[in-house]
């Protein structure tokens, strides 16, 4: 296949009773959900995230449920703190805003955590929305 990236049907997850993340290629099927990748991982299926398709400026690869801020280029002060969502509605990936706004997924925004273990990072705004 031409120009094909398996990095872009990759997934991550934390292991189910661990709090460790993996990454790899997701089955689910009646044992369970795991994540494949040179062995299988049983994860935790809440938490499984899927990649955006982008990275950040650093290199780092966007997931939904990650955090993304956009800093000031002068200072690094954080100027602005987002979550990537998935939404059904418009069928694509965006960005949930501090104000509960949801706007397109931008590459200038750097990666800073996920939702999953950085809750105190989150509006909330951004809190209401997870919590439906």
Sequence with gaps: MKN???QRYKVAAKRK???EWVSGFLLVNDAG???????AYTIDPETISRTVGINDPGGAIIHENDIVVW??????????TSVIIWDEEMASFLMLNQDGLKVDVEDSYFYYGNRFDNENL???????????
């Design 4 to 6: 094909f990236d398996p």
């Design 17 to 19: 009773g661990l709090d």
């Design 33 to 39: 959900a795991f994540i494949l990748d040179d062995i």
């Design 71 to 80: 800093r000031d280029e002068y200072d690094g002060e954080i100027l602005e």
């Design 122 to 132: 989150l509006s909330d705004k951004q809190r209401e929305y997870f919590a439906k």
